[in-house]
């Protein structure tokens, strides 16, 4: 009897220890690392009596540093961090000892001053394992090619993953070389240059205000609630300061072999799910089906996959691999009609068995592929 109340004693205390955690909530929106969710192209079965022969790809560049804004609303909440401490020093909050251990070590990254939007280490190299997979699953069209394409966007982060992915694909002593990028790319970036986007989509009313409604859910409300009794903080947190403590979280995860970070444990799992859904709203109206602007941005990339395995040579083997940003697969998921919810996406509720989510349409390194078989 003593020996059984122990242990309910000490799972009590650890039930809310994101140290403790054996199996951490693994989604995170846009910044999920490919790790997490993957697949592999290797397990793809073979169709009967086929053999392909061209391969077309637009793919997501890998895991990255933030941007200069985003590092910078990050630094904003760090300071949080003293206050955290202090109110568990005061025997306020519930977070346990490990993570305020965890919490107390934890330093900024300096790389990130001097390197945001490039492609972390950790990026490099899950496209080059990536591009390894692909080798090998594909090593008779490779082999036997008689034309091909790779093209990055004009940003450094997807060149950066251009190369990473070819340093793995390629086979027995091949050299494949990529293409020249050029700011006004109709395949691998068309939105980036459409001004009735950036109007009626970036700037417009229509993502604020479906942001603002599930930003006043009871369901964001309830993060609210529990982040704050969580630090014991005794300032009200707003949702922006929500937010930005969020993306310290993903971020820094995604540096982590073992996906975890100190800032992640000021979240519980249900926590994490309301959070990852604010970006899915952002994502359905800003790529996704709540436009149809979006679809047809996306229909600009598929031309040319249609030229190359319809309008192409018949019997030519090939390859094209474009490198791009999330922007352009929602775009494509949008074009192709898929991923569609219903009732549809919107900031008034979260659908919670919804097929419209970020975290595994487009992580870090997400890819679309299709193969012409013959």
Avoid at 10 to 29: D, E, H, I, Q, T
Avoid at 90 to 114: F, H, P, S, Y
Wanted: glycine content about 6%; charged content about 25%.
């Amino acid at each position: 009897m003593w020996k059984l109340l122990v242990v309910l004693l000490v799972y009590k205390a650890n039930a809310k220890c994101y140290w403790n955690s054996k199996c951490p909530y693994r989604l995170f929106g846009t910044k999920t690392p490919y790790e997490a969710v993957r697949g592999d192209v290797r397990d793809l079965p073979p169709l009967e009596q086929c053999e392909p022969v061209s391969v077309w790809m637009m793919m997501r560049h890998g895991t990255r540093h933030p941007e200069v804004d985003e590092v910078a609303q990050m630094k904003a909440v760090v300071a949080l961090r003293t206050d955290i401490l202090q109110a568990h020093e005061e025997g306020r909050g519930e977070m346990c000892a490990q993570d305020i251990q965890n919490l107390r070590k934890w330093t900024w990254n300096r790389n990130l001053d001097v390197s945001p939007s490039d492609l972390t280490v950790e990026g490099m190299e899950e496209l080059q394992s990536i591009g390894s997979r692909f080798g090998e699953k594909f090593s008779n069209v490779l082999e036997n090619m008689q034309q091909y394409k790779i093209r990055a966007s004009i940003e450094l982060r997807t060149q950066m993953s251009a190369k990473a992915f070819v340093k793995g694909l390629q086979r027995n002593n091949q050299t494949l070389y990529i293409s020249t990028s050029f700011p006004n790319d109709l395949t691998a970036r068309p939105y980036r240059y459409c001004k009735k986007r950036f109007y009626d989509i970036l700037i417009g009313d229509k993502i604020p205000e479906e942001t603002a409604k599930y930003l006043q859910s009871r369901d964001f409300l309830k993060v609210l609630t529990s982040v704050q009794k969580r630090t014991g903080l005794t300032g009200a947190l707003s949702a922006k300061t929500i937010l930005q403590i969020y993306d310290l979280c993903r971020f820094y995860r995604s540096y982590s072999v073992r996906l975890s970070d100190a800032w992640c444990a000021l979240f519980s799992d249900s926590d994490l799910k309301a959070l990852e859904y604010v970006e899915d709203v952002q994502h359905y109206y800003r790529n996704g089906h709540g436009d149809p602007m979006n679809a047809k941005l996306g229909a600009s990339s598929l031309k040319d996959l249609y030229q190359k395995f319809v309008q192409g040579k018949q019997g030519v083997n090939s390859f094209s691999g474009y490198f791009s940003h999330d922007t352009m697969l929602g775009m494509l998921y949008a074009a192709l009609g898929i991923y569609a919810d219903t009732p549809v996406i919107s900031g008034f509720e979260r659908v919670k068995k919804r097929q419209w989510r970020t975290s595994f349409l487009t992580p870090y390194a997400a890819n679309f592929v299709a193969i012409l078989n013959k």
